[in-house]
């Protein structure tokens, strides 16, 4: 469980990021924005504490999954812009991180 204070310290970094160039002009209002800052606080770290507990291979699957929808998102581009670079990086790098699962499963079942 994180602790109480970093997610606190987090909340006011995001609420002074979000107001620093548009300040609500209510109280109530700027009671919202400190709660919607918190909420993606608190959020944020939980997402920390479920990412430290994943094995290596759950981090590498995660960041797989991710590198496909990302191709995805490459592949959506309008006509006007080249995406074979970006495609052959991802790719490639979706390969590399494949090839990483098959050495590991192989020695966990030696």
């Not at 107001?19 to 609500?24: D, I, N, V």
């Amino acid at each position: 469980m994180p602790a109480k204070s970093d997610v606190m310290t987090t909340a006011w970094t995001l609420y002074r990021r979000d107001t620093q160039l548009r300040r609500p002009s209510t109280a109530a209002a700027r009671r919202r924005w400190f709660a919607r800052a918190l909420s993606t606080a608190w959020t944020w770290s939980r997402q920390q504490a479920t990412d430290a507990t994943k094995t290596e291979d759950q981090s590498r699957a995660d960041l797989i999954a991710n590198l496909r929808l990302e191709l995805l998102r490459i592949d959506a581009r309008p006509f006007g812009m080249s995406i074979a670079r970006d495609r052959a990086m991802l790719t490639e790098e979706i390969h590399r991180l494949s090839a990483k699962s098959c050495v590991s499963a192989a020695r966990m079942a030696a």
